[in-house]
């Protein structure tokens, strides 16, 4: 595997290679002093990881992170920083794991460990390869089959686009043509609306002949529907988590995994690219279950004393929940379980003020409780 690794100190850049080539499972193919520089390396480079440290001057990790993946590149980061309240920060930054420093070798290898589960987790299986498959999270996007040479068919129109996805959006269904027009032209006259009704039609079944794909627009009795659909969407995928966190016997590995696979489908809100006003709701009811989910799975993994992956998880709910108590009491819990008592106490210090500076409220009697009873634990 191809490892980038990017610091301004050039010691602590030469001390990082020394390690991970000293582990042997991965390449270093490029050390930079300069985040913009790495950047701008980075289709030469082709990394598996970017070991990132957090605080630079020129550009810093956030910048990073949202550069690359304006770019639509799906690389997973490591943050380095010599500060430990960045710690559940640089997870918010997507990062999939932080080093602080002086990097140890033997942090470095649970590190090294975690970028091959992950790798592990996110390869396509054999047999799914060929499979055609739609996302849906974050923006629409047609996945072309396993070594197609073909790019994505192009839209000609943005409500050519939005047809589809409404198509998509009710999967199966018989959608009538009035319910189309009002709800994708209605400022238009009648018979406009129809001639535009037409044409996207026409334009979505070129589309899925471009692609590949068997499915067609049908049409009877003045209604419209996808048939013969041979396709995966990623919200099915996510809608098919079967039962909850309680349901399942054993909290293993390998059972987070297999749980860790499916939530990975949320890459990001329901068609949050698109400003498509029909699917507000449904956006909404999915975000509940994400959070519901992470929130479970969180608990789950501090349970079984998975205390890395809780932060990890924990991360990803906080930029999008930033006031909420009971995602705070988790965060506590899984300081205190790591035995950072310096974490636990910043990290409650910074929602306390966040709380008072921006709604004028304190934490929940719940929360205040947990804190406390966290520092007596401690004592």
Request: with cysteine.
């Amino acid at each position: 595997m191809r490892a980038v690794l990017v610091d301004d100190e050039k010691p602590a850049l030469l001390h990082l290679e020394r390690l991970i080539l000293a582990d042997g499972r991965f390449d270093v193919v490029g050390i930079y002093t300069s985040a913009k520089a790495c950047f701008d390396r980075l289709d030469q480079d082709q990394p598996d990881i970017l070991f990132l440290d957090i605080n630079m001057p020129e550009m810093n990790g956030l910048e990073v992170s949202e550069r690359i993946r304006k770019s639509g590149r799906d690389l997973p980061f490591v943050y380095i920083t010599a500060h430990s309240e960045y710690a559940i920060e640089a997870f918010g930054l997507n990062a999939l794991d932080y080093l602080l420093k002086p990097v140890t070798s033997r942090r470095l290898v649970d590190t090294l460990d975690r970028i091959q589960r992950y790798w592990h987790r996110t390869v396509v299986p054999a047999n799914t390869q060929d499979k055609l498959r739609i996302l849906c999270f974050r923006q629409l996007e047609f996945v072309m089959r396993h070594n197609s040479r073909h790019k994505p068919p192009r839209w000609r129109t943005l409500k050519a686009m939005e047809l589809f996805a409404y198509f998509l959006h009710h999967s199966g269904q018989w959608i009538a043509k009035e319910r189309l027009l009002e709800t994708l032209w209605p400022d238009l006259e009648y018979d406009k609306a129809v001639t535009h009704l037409h044409t996207s039609v026409s334009q979505v079944r070129n589309v899925l002949k471009k692609w590949g794909s068997k499915a067609s627009v049908g049409y009877a009795h003045d209604s419209y529907c996808l048939e013969q659909v041979d396709w995966t969407t990623d919200l099915e995928e996510f809608e098919q988590l079967s039962g909850t966190i309680a349901d399942i016997q054993e909290w293993t590995r390998e059972s987070r995994e297999a749980y860790d696979r499916k939530l990975k489908q949320y890459r990001g809100d329901y068609l949050e690219h698109h400003d498509y006003h029909w699917a507000i709701a449904r956006r909404s009811k999915l975000q509940k279950q994400y959070t519901s989910a992470i929130l479970g799975m969180a608990a789950a993994e501090l349970q079984a004393g998975f205390i890395t992956e809780a932060l990890e998880l924990l991360a990803v709910l906080q930029e999008k929940e930033p006031y909420s108590d009971e995602l705070c009491r988790l965060i506590l819990c899984a300081y205190a379980k790591a035995g950072n008592w310096e974490l636990a106490q910043g990290h409650y210090d910074k929602f306390v003020g966040l709380l008072l500076a921006e709604l004028g409220i304190e934490p929940q009697s719940e929360t205040k409780e947990c804190y406390k009873q966290l520092l007596n634990e401690r004592k």
